[in-house]
T-cell receptor, first 111, second 114 residues
Framework: KNEVEQSPQNLTAQEGEFITINCSYSVGISALHWLQQHPGGGIVSLFM???GKKKHGRLIATINIQEKHSSLHITASHPRDSAVYICAVNSSGGGADGLTFGKGTHLIIQP | DAMVIQNPRYQVTQFGKPVTLSCSQT?????MYWYQQKSSQAPKLLFH???????NEADTPDNFQSRRPNTSFCFLDIRSPGLGDAAMYLC?????????????FGEGSRLTVL
């Protein structure tokens, strides 16, 4: 079973700072997801990656398949970015394993 | 407009009283998932359907059942809720499994057990 590790677990930053959240996994994957969850709320899918880099607004996600590592970057961070960011992977090889989730990174952006 | 809709958003039940949570989708996706998320923990997969093929995770308690009567709807039945079943229940869909399966989540149903 895939092990998904996220770092940092908690991150507090000032508005405007550049934010990086990291995710590493232990075995091959077919896809990696970055998800966002606001306190008490549902989950929103930000990105799904199988290679390279994706950008949406101020959010950028990258993945290095060889190193089994992905990063989520937030440029010009804003208090509304405060949320839990979760990395999740589909292991390769098919099967009915569903997603393996990281424990999440709790991000607070202070005004 | 919401594409994955869960009802109810909040459910309070008594210990042992059956509960049904529903999920509907307007995306015509093949795959539907039910996750349980307890406070400050990662979501845990309970079940998933690929079309009508039902897949039960090995450690999902027998107390939890699921039904998918058609493509659009999926239900989670908790037959005899215990205090440990209090959690957020998340429904998600994807068109395909794996690499092409971008996920769409509902807002969740928060279950309180008294």
């Amino acid at each position: 079973k895939n092990e998904v590790e996220q770092s940092p677990q908690n991150l507090t930053a000032q508005e405007g700072e550049f934010i990086t959240i990291n995710c590493s996994y232990s075995v091959g994957i077919s896809a990696l997801h970055w998800l966002q969850q606001h306190p008490g709320g549902g989950i929103v899918s930000l990105f799904m990656l199988s290679s390279g880099k994706k950008k949406h607004g101020r959010l950028i996600a990258t993945i290095n398949i060889q190193e089994k590592h992905s990063s989520l970057h937030i440029t010009a961070s804003h208090p509304r970015d405060s949320a839990v960011y979760i990395c999740a992977v589909n292991s390769s090889g098919g099967g009915a394993d569903g997603l393996t989730f990281g424990k999440g990174t709790h991000l607070i952006i202070q005004p | 407009d919401a594409m994955v809709i869960q009802n109810p958003r909040y459910q309070v039940t008594q210990f042992g009283k059956p509960v049904t949570l529903s999920c509907s989708q307007t995306l015509n996706h093949n795959v539907m998932y039910w996750y349980q998320q307890k406070s400050s923990q990662a979501p845990k997969l309970l079940f998933h359907y690929y079309d009508k093929d039902f897949n039960n995770e090995a450690d999902t308690p027998d107390n939890f059942q699921s039904r998918r009567p058609n493509t659009s709807f999926c239900f989670l039945d908790i037959r005899s809720p215990g205090l440990g079943d209090a959690a957020m229940y998340l429904c998600a869909t994807s068109r395909y499994w794996g690499v092409n399966g971008e996920l769409f989540f509902g807002e969740g149903s928060r279950l309180t057990v008294l």
